[in-house]
Nanobody, 116 residues
Framework: VQLVESGGGLVQAGGSLRLSCTHSGSTSTIAVMAWYRQTPGKRRELVAS????????NYADSVKGRFTISRDNVKNTMYLQMDNLEPEDSAVYYC??????????WGEGTQVTVSS
């Protein structure tokens, strides 16, 4: 059972990227999923989260109106569409999945760099 992120890279300010997180090894789709990010010397912070069926989402204030989280449970994949990127969005982005308090997975992370 693992999470694999993809889609990170280098982009100019104002540009867009779409991150993907594919979950393998479990047939259960009953799990909250989320994106976190971390820069050196700082705590990992929640960027956005989405409930099992995708009906409810939550965003950090700093990304509201610019980022969109979604999921496709048929493909076992979660996405983060990032538009109007800012240099402050540069970080390693991590995928998170929790089906219970005792079943939590993290991806290895994907680097996003936004140049000014």
């Amino acid at each position: 059972v693992q999470l694999v992120e993809s889609g990170g890279g280098l982009v100019q300010a104002g540009g867009s990227l779409r991150l993907s997180c594919t979950h393998s090894g479990s047939t259960s789709t009953i799990a909250v999923m989320a994106w976190y990010r971390q820069t050196p010397g700082k705590r990992r912070e929640l960027v956005a989260s989405i409930t099992s069926g995708g009906a409810r989402t939550n965003y950090a204030d700093s990304v509201k109106g610019r980022f969109t989280i979604s999921r496709d449970n048929v493909k076992n994949t979660m996405y983060l569409q990032m538009d109007n990127l800012e240099p402050e969005d540069s970080a390693v982005y991590y995928c998170y999945r929790a089906s219970s308090a005792y079943d939590i997975l993290w991806g290895e992370g994907t680097q996003v760099t936004v140049s000014s």
